[in-house]
């Protein structure tokens, strides 16, 4: 069965400090990979998103993500983070067919100011 | 852009009474939703999808007699919690296919069941 691992419950960083998210995934087939965040209360925002190709994408708000298939793993990064990145951040996976999300626990960010 | 709408953000309510919440995307059509629940500092689980003009699907453990989906239109699906309890105090997130392999959310709603 697909799995996302998400291994960091919490993480803080200061601002301007770069930042990198962990994502694990289990599936056998070539997974179609996201990132999501969620500011507290609301609903969830896509920042980006694999499906093939190009192993490194962009996302919006200046976030990245490298699927790496030897590691199984869509790490999502940024360079410098701001005070308004402070949120929930969801990795996840869909399995084939039907359109079907599985979520890893979630990271929450903190940023210092 | 495309967007999920629910509705009502907030509900509180007494133990006992049904509580329905809705979701509609707006500017598309949307022949499946999906019904996710969070708990909080927690993540997001499936529920159910919900079928345009067909019964729901429900995922393992989720009872469908509490849980009722309705997806009366290309645009509209309905949530009812009956007999709502304290235990069903949640999140509750919708979401629909927008294209391809790509998901969009509501904006959830926050149920609280004294």
């Known amino acids: 069965a697909q799995s996302v691992t998400q291994p960091d419950i919490h993480i803080t960083v200061s601002e301007g400090a770069s930042l990198e998210l962990r994502c694990n995934y289990s599936y056998g087939a070539t997974p179609y990979l996201f990132w999501y965040v969620q500011s507290p209360g609301q609903g969830l925002q896509l920042l980006l998103k694999?499906?093939?190709?190009?192993?490194l994408v962009q996302g919006i708000k200046g976030f990245e993500a490298e699927f790496k298939r030897s590691q199984s793993s869509f790490n999502l990064r940024k360079p410098s983070v701001h005070w308004s990145d402070a949120a929930e951040y969801f990795c996840a996976v869909l399995t084939g067919g039907g359109n079907k999300l599985t979520f890893g626990t979630g990271t929450q960010l903190k940023v210092e100011l | 852009g495309a967007v999920v709408s629910q509705h009502p953000s907030r509900v509180i309510c007494k133990s006992g009474t049904s509580v329905k919440i809705e979701c509609r995307s707006l500017d598309f059509q949307a022949t499946t939703m999906f019904w996710y629940r969070q708990f909080p500092k927690q993540s997001l689980m499936l529920m159910a999808t919900s079928n345009e003009g067909s019964k729901a699907t429900y995922e393992q453990g989720v009872e469908k007699d509490k849980f009722l989906i309705n997806h009366a239109s290309l645009t509209l699906s309905t949530l009812t919690v009956t007999s709502a309890h304290p235990e069903d105090s949640s999140f509750y997130i919708c979401?629909?296919?927008?294209?391809?392999?790509?998901?969009?959310f509501g904006a959830g709603s926050r149920l609280t069941v004294l």
């Open positions: 694999y499906f093939s190709g190009d192993t």
């Open positions: 979401s629909a296919p927008l294209g391809a392999n790509v998901l969009t």
